[in-house]
């Protein structure tokens, strides 16, 4: 299976944290790229942040810079997006996707079904 995964979205205050997790079946090349978009609604999607598997590399965009991070587990095939100080208009559903060979930001080849973010009091 090559469709990655993701969990973790869920309901939280205004200034909270969230961790949402992104489990993939691992990559055939070594020069990958791995990341998270997100859709609000009645908006497109749009790209928010990617690593690049040669040198770890990352790229957010400007909207989440300081408060998002990517991070990596390879040993468990697994991406995670840590994000804080979240604002009302970062409720959106959050997509994990995934290119070989790709480069940050992304074209993505294979998208997850993606998980619910909902930012509200």
């Known amino acids: 299976q090559v469709q990655p995964v993701e969990s973790g979205g869920g309901l939280v205050q205004p200034g909270g944290s969230l961790r949402l997790s992104c489990a993939h079946s691992?990559?055939?090349?070594?020069?990958?790229?791995i990341g998270w978009f997100r859709q609000a609604p009645g908006k497109e999607r749009e790209g928010v942040s990617c690593?690049?598997?040669?040198?770890?590399?990352?790229w957010y965009a400007d909207s989440v810079k300081g408060r998002f991070t990517i991070s990596r587990d390879d040993a468990k095939n697994t991406v995670y997006l840590d994000m804080n100080s979240l604002k009302p208009e970062d409720t959106a559903v959050y997509y994990c996707?995934?290119?070989?060979?790709?480069?940050?930001?992304?074209?993505?080849?294979?998208w997850g079904q993606g998980t619910q973010v909902t930012v509200s009091s």
């Open positions: 996707a995934t290119e070989e060979p790709g480069l940050c930001p992304m074209e993505p080849d294979y």
């Open positions: 691992g990559f055939t090349w070594p020069n990958y790229a």
């Open positions: 690593v690049y598997s040669t040198d770890g590399s990352t």
